[in-house]
């Protein structure tokens, strides 16, 4: 492969358009199939399971494994910066040469040399672009400063890229929001995902009239129908975020849970003065949720400087105004997700006695969601002690709920659906293919093609 960089100049229709033996027989058996179905140019594995290393491993890990609900430990913020700041020399690969694996199908958009969050894989053949689809360690995993290929992505997430990893800035091209762009004869456009800042679903129009919808991360909700440019398309298929493709996921719209979150913080406050507020983050997300508290009770956000940083990077003029540095000018305190424990809890309100004797701390993750929870009334604190610590989970999640995703993909009715995450076992794709079976099969519409990859997913 001729290691080309496409300059961003040359996206010159950017204002007018601006667009991977279980045995070798079965992973033999796997590319083959989809080669019949979705004519791809090169030969590849399918990867057993979208295995990677730490917060990575999507499905196991900081997602677990399919139908399971029970979180599993998180990258912390000091590992994810100690990852991010190692950096192998020459080829900028996270693994040796003789231990990377192939780059999977599902990371390959078919029909162009273009891939999705695969930086896992070193160097893939034919690739002439690598898109990212947003700042999240397990999908920049293996991208380090010595990368020298050209990157796609938005421009926050360049922003991340360049401040956290530190990617030469001739490799790095930012792509405008809802604007198509040419790149490599493909017209790509990014929408907004409604995951973390700077995530963005990837639209490619290919020269053969084919379409394809790569949702990256992603939280779907009704104004995404609203969204040109996928009105009136057909995908031909669609790359989908499935962390919560089971139908015990369906917790609450993304903006009801911040109204509660809101409302348990005020009505706090307003029965105690002297209450704190913490909020848990990772390295990026959630900023939603601790801004809105911030404005319901007018006050200043603390955060540590390293995220500080982090937030410069998303050039939001509205949370540059409610941040600070210095603890004692802020009631709302931003830690990362795993120090949401008792005893950093209150450990953390002793710093700040006695002008704060009581602390209120929010969890926002959707693996805090059960059936007895989907109604928010019930949700009740998961530690509420006489020692002013107080810790309630909230379904506040980045990711679509099961409902959500089945809404999405009624409106976008792709011939095939292509599982992202929790495809890492027979059982687990075999339940999500059943599902996106009954999803598309409501009027007819795209079940042929679905039904024979599904056929083939219940097999293997």
Known sequence: MADQSPNFEDLSTCSQMQTQSTAEKKQTSIH??????TKMNSSEHLQKSKQKSVESVKYSMKKPNYYSAVPSRKLSASSLESETSTNNAGQGWSRSRSHRQECPFYKKIPGTPFTVDAFSYGIVPECKAYFLSHFHYDHYQGLRKTFQQPIYCSKVTANLVRKKIRVDEQYLNSLPMNTSCVVEGVEVTLLEANHCPGAVLFLFKLPSGRTILHSGDFRAGPEMEQYPQLQSVKISQLYLDTTYCDPAHAFPPQQEVIQTAVSIATKAVFANPDTLIVCGTYTIGKERLFTAI?????????????????????????IDKLLTLKWKEARVHVLPMGQLNYQNLYDHLNQFRPTYNHLLAFEPTGWTHSK?????????PRINDLNGITLYGIPYSEHSSYTELKQFVRFIRPEQILPTVNNGS?????????????????DGSGDTRQTALNNWLSRT
């Open 372 to 380: 007895k929870t989907l109604a928010l009334t019930n949700l009740k």
């Open 426 to 442: 027979a059982e687990s794709r075999h339940k999500m293919q059943l599902l996106f079976k009954s999803w598309l099969s409501k």
């Open 32 to 37: 083959s199939f989809f080669q019949s179905v």
């Open 294 to 318: 911030a404005d319901a009770l007018d006050c200043k956000v603390c955060v540590r400087r390293e995220k500080k940083h982090i937030l410069d990077c998303l050039e939001d003029s509205h």
